[in-house]
C-alpha cells in the first residue's frame, strides 16, 4: 500500500495565536455543493447555507476574534479572520456535551469560564474546529430530520487553506476576490 506524507500548510515557526488578520478557506469534502448554488452571479442558500452562515456569524460569541468578509460557496467557504491582541477561546464543544447531543443554542447558555483552551495550535484553529464542528452537529441533525440530503463521513474536507493578511493592500484585494467569487 502506498502512504501519503502530509505535508504542513502551516507557516513554520508562525505562532497562530498572534493578533492579526487571516484569510481562510475550507472545502466541503470531495467539493459536495452542500451549501446551495449560484444564480446570476449570485449565491443562493439552501437550509444548510443558512445554517452555516448563521453559525459563523455566532463565532464571536465563542472566541475573542472580529468577522470580517466571507462568502459561502457552493462547496467551499472564505473568510478574513482577525484575532486581536491577548485573544484567548473558549474551547470548541466539549465531546461530553456532543455525546448527550447539546446544540449550539444550548452550548449558548452554558457557563465556559474554565473551558480549557488549545494554544498549541493557536487561536485561528481553534475557530476553525468550533466552526467544523458546529455546522458539522447540525447538519447531522437536519439530515435526520429529513431537510438535508446524508453525507459520506464528513462534511468538511479535513484540514483548511489559510494566508496570513500583511498589510492593508493586500486585505482590500482579499476582500474584493470575495466579493467577486460568486460571479467568478
Not at 444564480?39 to 447555507?49: L, P, Q, S, T, V
Not at 485573544?87 to 465531546?95: K, M, N, P, Y
Request: hydrophobic share 35%; charged share 25%.
Amino acid at each position: 500500500m502506498k502512504k501519503y506524507n502530509r505535508h504542513s500548510i502551516r507557516l513554520k515557526g508562525y505562532d497562530y495565536s498572534k493578533a492579526g488578520a487571516y484569510f481562510i478557506t475550507i472545502c466541503t469534502k470531495n467539493r459536495e455543493n452542500l451549501f446551495g448554488k449560484i444564480e446570476n452571479g449570485k449565491m443562493i442558500f439552501n437550509d444548510a447555507g443558512k445554517m452555516v452562515d448563521r453559525i459563523y456569524n455566532e463565532l464571536e460569541n465563542y472566541h475573542e476574534i472580529t468577522i470580517d468578509k466571507y462568502i459561502i460557496m457552493p462547496d467551499h467557504f472564505h473568510g478574513i479572520i482577525e484575532i486581536p491582541v491577548g485573544a484567548e477561546s473558549i474551547s470548541a464543544q466539549s465531546d461530553e456535551s456532543i455525546i448527550n447531543n447539546k446544540s449550539w443554542a444550548d452550548m449558548e447558555s452554558a457557563n465556559h469560564t474554565n473551558a480549557p483552551t488549545n494554544h498549541t495550535n493557536g487561536e485561528l484553529a481553534n475557530v476553525i474546529q468550533t466552526f467544523k464542528r458546529y455546522t458539522t452537529i447540525e447538519y447531522i441533525k437536519m439530515v435526520k430530520k429529513h431537510i438535508l440530503p446524508p453525507f459520506n463521513k464528513r462534511i468538511w474536507q479535513r484540514n483548511y487553506w489559510e494566508h496570513i493578511i500583511r498589510n492593508n493592500d493586500e486585505l482590500i484585494n482579499i476582500r474584493e476576490y470575495i466579493r467577486n467569487n460568486p460571479g467568478n
